[in-house]
């Protein structure tokens, strides 16, 4: 598992500050409530990143590098998955923020069930 985007994250993380600190000095009167939907505006970018960082540095994103014995099992009927190349996969965040993750297709050379595996 690839685990190397502490820089990434630190760099977006201080954005995130600059960006409260500056829109905190453009709206000096603003409601708690106001700087409550702007901080989780900011830090849904911060959650998106990570989140498609983690998701991408998964074992599974990548199939053919991983021996048969150690790929996930089908849910259906427990084969080891084998892989069909690599898609993309668009998805929403809670945030509304949107993540592209480019992953193995995984498909069970037993039953023939397709799909992205989770992890």
């Not at 500050?17 to 106001?34: D, K, V």
Request: glycine share 6%; hydrophobic share 35%.
């Amino acid at each position: 598992m690839k685990a190397d985007f502490g820089s990434r994250w630190q760099a977006l993380s201080e954005d995130v500050q600059n960006e409260m600190r500056a829109w905190r000095l453009q709206h000096p009167r603003a409601t708690f409530s106001e700087m409550e939907t702007t901080l989780d505006e900011q830090l849904d970018r911060l959650r998106a990143c990570m989140l498609e960082d983690m998701a991408l540095a998964s074992d599974v994103a990548d199939l053919c590098s991983m021996p048969p014995k150690e790929r996930p099992p089908c849910p259906h009927c427990n084969a080891p998955l084998g892989p069909r190349g690599k898609d993309k996969r668009c998805l929403r965040t809670e945030g509304d923020q949107l993540i592209t993750l480019e992953r193995s297709y995984a498909v069970c050379p037993t039953c023939g069930v397709g799909f992205f595996p989770s992890g």
